[in-house]
């Protein structure tokens, strides 16, 4: 219970940006559909096109959607010579409110169709305008119906706002995700609580609102928007108190590694006397787009990331020489600094059951080769569409039976049960060495080094109070001291959070 009122504890900020997102959606769908609407319902051309490119977009995967904005904004972007951010609220925005267009725009039009038309005619009888009788006629009898898809439109948003975090909008996503990542059942109750209570609140009041027209009593609708008004600013109040002068936001990719270096170099950040937020469970290009843009301040990479992604180099020089080309390429492009390694490697590396790979002789990935027709890879999210892998099949003739793309967390799960006999494991894991796993040779380094690197946003790159924060993380790490915090979260008994891993490792790590 103690680690539920915790998880609970960090739920205001964050509540108040989900309700930030979900209300500016909502109000700019009603805001686009109600012309649309009147539009559609009075020429069938237009309510074709209108209600099939509503119907359309539902029919993409929320998720899909949120990613699919990140190119074009980052396009959209070079074509006028920067300033549109391609990450975090803009693009989430745009994906929710194209989400909350369907229900308002077909409840709004069904309920225009569904005047009666003797009631149209009479008022046409009396002499009204076109405006008159939308005003005095049509709007009225069509409010409750219109209200009841704007409170479908209020459900669907503020639910899907929680995948918000994997573009870098904060949202009680962030609880979901980060919980599910390092099983902190706890966070996600407390992110699932909390989205399912805003939900049912704003289905409420808005249920209340039609009610109230429906059976044209006025003070119920007038309440119950007077409670929802005063309920949005309330909830949006943390962020209209906070004082950004001194904020900072560092990044973190989607396992626990990447949550337990943020919270070490965020606890270095306030000790300097920043403000610090975390933007977590972000993805390899939108995190570093995120760094260039501004919009994190700092966050670890891995130099293989950043080689054969960001870069598209196929090479595989010594690691000195990659994080010092690294180091010039992201200063060119983009004014990314790379403020050094931080002193070990988390590779990509195939790991299997000790007592499955001695049964099948598999010592490397040449072993493997001839046996994977048989075998069933399981990989992270991430790992099937890297260039890291397409190097790998160039390398060696791997023909998995199947291949199974799982969270990283249930990744080792699989492996454990059977569901996979081969993973795409991470070298700096505690979980090889807990779960006795076998990590496979890379005899032709098709694999590239992945040494763990700082890299800070180009305003920060220039900020010598900020630098001065985070240099003595470089080179202060070791692979031992990563491994054993990283267990400390992943492990399933005597749990740690990220915070309390940071603090155990920022021990270890001290001079």
């Known amino acids: 219970m103690s680690a539920f009122v915790e998880a609970l504890g960090r739920v205001p900020p964050l509540l108040a940006q989900h309700v930030l997102l979900a209300a500016a959606a909502l109000l700019i769908g009603i805001a686009i559909s109600l012309p649309l609407a009147i539009w559609s319902a009075r020429s069938p051309s237009v309510a074709r096109v209108a209600l099939g490119f509503a119907s359309l977009v539902q029919t993409i995967p929320s998720l899909a959607l949120l ?71 049509e709007a009225p009898l069509v409010a409750p119906v219109l209200v009841a898809g704007i409170r479908t439109a209020a459900v669907w948003t503020i639910g899907a706002a929680t995948l918000s975090t994997t573009v870098g909008q904060p949202s009680l996503g962030d609880l979901i995700f980060a919980g599910l990542q390092t099983q902190n059942w706890a966070l996600v109750l407390a992110g699932c609580v909390a989205a399912a209570g805003l939900a049912l609140a704003v289905d409420a009041l808005i249920g209340a609102i039609e009610r109230g027209l429906r059976t044209r009593r006025r003070g119920i609708w007038m309440i119950a928007t007077a409670v929802l008004l005063v309920g949005l600013a309330a909830a949006t109040t943390p962020l209209w108190a906070r004082h950004d002068d001194r904020r900072v936001v560092v990044g973190a990719k989607n396992f626990s590694e990447q949550y337990i270096l943020a919270r070490l170099i965020g606890a270095r950040l306030s000790a300097a006397g920043y403000h610090v937020d975390y933007r977590d469970g972000l993805g390899s290009a939108v995190v570093f787009g995120a760094v260039a843009g501004g919009d994190v301040d700092v966050y670890v990479d891995y130099a293989g990331t950043i080689w054969t992604g960001a870069m598209q180099r196929k090479d595989v020089p010594a690691p000195a020489k990659m994080i010092a080309a690294i180091g010039d390429w992201a200063k060119r492009t983009s004014g990314v600094g790379v403020v050094g390694a931080l002193g070990f490697e988390n590779a990509y590396a195939f790991a299997m059951k000790a007592d499955v790979a001695k049964r099948l002789g598999v010592a490397t990935l040449d072993d493997l080769a001839p046996r994977s027709s048989d075998l069933t890879l399981g990989s992270d999210l991430e790992f099937l569409e890297r260039p890291e892998w397409a190097a790998v099949k160039r390398a060696y003739p791997l023909r998995f039976a199947a291949t199974k793309p ?5 990744m080792y799960r699989a492996l454990a049960s059977g569901d996979a006999d081969v993973i795409s494991a991470f070298s ?22 992945y040494d763990a690197i700082l890299l800070v946003a180009p305003a920060r790159a220039r900020d010598a109070a900020f630098l001065a924060a985070i240099k003595p993380l470089v080179g202060r790490i070791p692979v031992a001291a990563m491994r054993a915090a990283n267990y400390q979260v992943d492990r399933d008994t005597a749990k740690r959070t990220p915070e309390q891993a940071a603090a155990w490792l920022a021990q270890r790590i001290a001079p």
């Open 67 to 137: 990613a699919l904005f990140y190119p074009l904004l980052l396009w959209l972007s070079g074509l006028v010579g920067g300033g549109i951010p391609a990450l975090g609220f803009l693009p989430s925005l745009i994906a929710l409110t194209l989400y909350a267009l369907l229900p308002i725009l077909r409840n709004g039009v069904a309920g225009l169709h569904g005047i009666d038309r003797a009631v149209l005619q009479a008022a046409d009888a009396v002499g009204m305008t076109p405006g008159q009788k939308l005003r005095l006629v």
């Open 406 to 410: 799982y969270s990283p967390t249930f």
């Open 428 to 449: 700096s894991d505690g979980r090889i060495a807990a779960d006795r796993l076998v990590v496979l040779a890379d005899p032709r380094h098709a694999i590239p080094s």
